[in-house]
């Protein structure tokens, strides 16, 4: 292994490859053998009724707020999707940010962020952006404007839909017309 390789930020690895088993098999090492020790050590079981075992709190109340009776933990998964939600927010409004253009040469150089497709073999950070855009576009609509970047039938435009968009229908299939060109000519 290289010095590269063997860096770490806050004891973890600073480069993670293909490997995420390799990588972080340490952590689930470390777990282990504080989980032996506790086995080998005698302590008292908190919440146990005449040694009968420990009363699990379910994931709602866990993750209840403290001011309503709960522990506190949040949705970690949720947290990230949200964290990754603000880089892709920033490739969108900062397309000549360095980052941006890495990333647009590597996963969506001929096309832009909100219609990039995943991939095989993509990285672990491209794909942790790539679930936070799915997550972006279920709340993204246009705003109509003149129309010429907005596919009436695919895109969410419409302001009165609950789902902005046009109704799927078999008539409309493989048609690519874009909104400018639903208008009438003259009415514009």
Known sequence: MTALEDSKYLELPSLVGRSKKRVFGFIKDKVWQRIQGWKAKPISKAGADNNKGIKWLSWDNMSR???KGGLGFRNLHGFNIALLGKHCWKFIHQPRALVSRVFKARYFENTCLL????GSGSSFIWAGLHE??????KGFRWVLGDGEDIVAVKDQWLRKKSDFRVESSYLYEGRNEKVSQLFLPGTK
């Open 65 to 67: 707020p403290m001011c």
């Open 115 to 118: 219609q990039a497709q995943k």
């Open 132 to 137: 936070a855009k799915q997550a972006l576009l």
